[in-house]
């Protein structure tokens, strides 16, 4: 049998896609970028996606990892490669409350965690705009950051433990769940912000934290970003280090977005030309 027939008889004949089949995952959402995959992959569990992978490599033919698809630079295009994607491999597999932790598969969209621990009093701090579509995996291979870094830092300071597929078809279990764990080598940080290229995240343990009681928002117009430095600063000792999100827009920006939506308006009519406001 050739490489095709191989992962048919691994993921089941439905799970390999082939020809138009693969429009929906070999481009972009955007429509700017365009891949040219042997075939698309669509496993279901880690032994899946190890026995996919060790058939590629024993073939000789390069695997891409795709999870939500929700980059911006093209990053999961491939050329002749093998595309496999993680959007089956989304089963939550435990929320431990009082470990304040939750385990689940590359395939999870994010909205999703941040349900799974609210159901239990909790907060999944991890926050940006694509939370909607965007998948564990890729979060964790692209180590995102979101609005929420400030306070809670990057993706890989949320991560307690992975497992992994290497490109050999090995897997490494590097799921531990301990908050403090200091005995030996951290592997897990070679593989977040990777990219995919030492191996396929295919599950992970993700910190929670104790949901916050009350949240407050504001805009405010500062005369340069020396100024909103401070004020940042200022806020910060005034909460105890609470703030969650500090983010800031040059003038320029205001007046580009007016003239595409002029009846947003400007949000304050004197903030200076070296200004800022967020």
Not at 35 to 43: D, H, T
Request: charged fraction near 20%; hydrophobic fraction near 45%; proline fraction near 4%.
């Amino acid at each position: 049998m050739g490489l095709i027939e191989d992962l048919q008889a691994v993921v089941g004949p439905g799970q390999v896609l082939t020809g138009a089949d693969m429009a929906g995952h070999a481009r972009d959402w955007m429509g700017k970028y365009q891949g040219r995959p042997l075939a698309v992959v669509r496993p279901a569990s880690t032994a899946e996606v190890a026995a996919s992978v060790g058939l590629a490599a024993a073939a000789g033919v390069a695997v891409v990892p795709i999870s939500g698809n929700t980059g911006i630079v093209g990053g999961t295009m491939t050329e002749g490669g093998l595309m496999l994607s993680l959007e089956r491999m989304n089963r939550i597999r435990a929320v431990k409350r009082d470990a304040r932790l939750v385990v689940a598969e590359a395939g999870v969209i994010l909205t999703r965690l941040h349900e799974a621990a609210e159901a239990e009093g909790l907060y999944f701090p991890l926050w940006f705009g694509a939370r909607g579509s965007a998948m564990l995996g890729g979060v964790l291979s692209t180590n995102a950051g979101g609005s929420n870094v400030l306070r809670y830092g990057s993706t890989r300071a949320l991560c307690l433990g992975i497992e992994v597929v290497l490109a050999d078809g090995r897997v490494l279990n590097l799921m531990g769940e301990l908050h403090k764990d200091n005995s030996g080598y951290d592997l897990k940080d070679l593989f977040i912000g990777a990219e995919g290229t030492l191996g396929i995240i295919t599950a992970a343990v993700m910190k929670l934290v104790p949901a916050p009681l009350a949240h407050a928002t504001a805009t405010v117009a500062a005369r340069s970003l020396p100024d909103a430095l401070g004020l940042l600063n200022r806020m910060q000792a005034a909460t105890g280090g609470r703030v969650e999100a500090f983010e800031f827009m040059p003038r320029t920006y205001a007046d580009r977005l007016a003239l595409v939506r002029p009846d947003l308006g400007q949000p304050f009519a004197d903030i200076p030309s070296g200004g800022v406001f967020g």
